[in-house]
């Protein structure tokens, strides 16, 4: 069992940056495929960004691409998403997901290929 906890989040103004960390328990994450997923307000859970476990790849939605940023510290188990040039379409809330299976790139989108998932954490992008 893994059980991840996300943190970070927060209020921000449009062109600004956060970083949401994500701490697992329970399991080393270097063997796990890990995913930030977001939902903004009235919508569905959408995929942001994966990274694929031994740090085999990297996948970003096409929203985000050139200004989120997807890591993992595997001495910390801590994955982390760096957020920049925020704006207001990006208000949502983020949620930590990981399973120990390795994906495709095809697959990594996709919110049924994860297992385990945080709680979240609330950003919001408002002057």
């Known amino acids: 069992q893994v059980q991840l906890l996300e943190s970070g989040g927060g209020l921000v103004q449009p062109g600004g940056s956060l970083r949401l960390s994500c701490t697992a328990s329970?399991?080393?994450?270097?063997?796990?495929?890990m995913a930030w997923f977001r939902q903004p307000p009235g919508k569905d859970r959408e995929f942001v960004a994966a990274l694929k476990r031994m740090n085999f790849g990297t996948s970003y939605a096409t929203s985000v691409k050139g200004r989120f940023t997807i890591s993992k510290d595997n001495p910390r188990n801590t994955l982390y998403l760096q957020m920049n040039r925020l704006s207001s379409e990006d208000t949502a809330v983020y949620y930590c997901?990981?399973?120990?299976?390795?994906?495709?790139?095809?697959?990594?989108?996709?919110?049924?290929?994860?297992?385990?998932w945080g709680q979240g954490t609330q950003v919001t992008v408002s002057s």
């Open positions: 329970g399991r080393t994450l270097s063997g796990y495929t």
């Open positions: 997901a990981a399973t120990s299976r390795g994906l495709i790139t095809s697959s990594l989108a996709g919110d049924k290929e994860y297992e385990y």
